[in-house]
């Protein structure tokens, strides 16, 4: 998928020499259109005024970008996606990176308005999420995948569990293990794990994510796992996103 073009429509104002006007830097006020290039109008009145798309964002050729959802619901219920993770990726050299969304991120999501991206894939589907990605962060993404609750539990299951040094301690509901201590969790452990937030520490919560992310990356590419796939990989989707 190609990113949609975001270049600015030519000035109205007559001109010898017409010339395109470049997106504004101060925020749209609510109630008011900005250069919307190839994306859609809001069609509620914004709450929060809407700030112009980003762009000029440029990725090596090779590079490709994965979109990593977490729902917040078990399958085949979406419900918001708490979890979101763009993975960058460079397939022949074998190098990858995970950028985590803040999932209450206010963004202009295209033909709704401004709302907390968590609630995008719900308005719709992938398209609302890639398309708020592309104006919001400059990229769409190539390829997705969307990964329920109960499929993420029965994955790390199958998997016999993952071994972490925990970032932080378990409250007892989840297991009551403590912070420092390296321990295997089972998948609903694991899942707890993840999902905690204390008040609005979302940076501490990304940081637990990617760190389960690398362990069960690990773990996978370990003792024939990766034969295995086909039989961990239940439940769940993935498929290319319509721009």
């Known amino acids: 998928a190609t990113s949609p073009s975001l270049q600015p429509t030519p000035s109205a104002t007559s001109s010898s020499t017409p010339s395109p006007l470049p997106p ?16 859609a109008a809001p069609r509620e009145t914004p709450v929060t005024p809407i700030p112009p798309p980003l762009e000029g964002i440029q990725l090596p050729d090779e590079v490709q970008v994965l979109l990593l959802l977490g729902a917040d619901r078990i399958q085949p219920f979406v419900g918001r996606t708490d979890s979101m993770q763009l ?10 990176s995970v950028l985590s969304i803040p999932p209450d991120l206010m963004v202009y999501i295209p033909g709704y308005t401004m709302q907390r991206l968590n609630i995008a894939y719900s308005l719709k589907d992938i398209r609302s999420v890639s398309q708020a990605i592309a104006y919001n962060f400059g990229l769409l993404p190539d390829d997705w995948a969307l990964v329920n609750m109960d499929t993420f539990v029965d994955y790390v299951d199958e998997m016999g569990g993952i071994e972490l040094t925990l970032l932080e301690t378990l409250p007892d509901s989840c297991s009551g293990y403590r912070g420092g201590q390296t321990v295997r969790l089972t998948g609903d452990e694991t899942l707890c794990y993840m999902r905690l937030r204390d008040g609005m520490n979302e940076p501490q919560r990304a940081a637990r994510q990617q760190q389960v992310l690398r362990g069960l990356f690990l773990q996978m590419v370990q003792n024939g796992n990766l034969l295995k796939l086909p039989e961990f990989f239940v439940g ?8």
């Open 24 to 39: 504004s830097a101060t925020p749209t006020p609510a109630g008011t259109l900005p250069v919307w290039g190839s994306f």
């Open 87 to 96: 993975i960058f990726y460079h397939p022949r050299l074998g190098n990858a």
């Open 236 to 243: 769940g989707y993935r498929n290319k996103p319509l721009a």
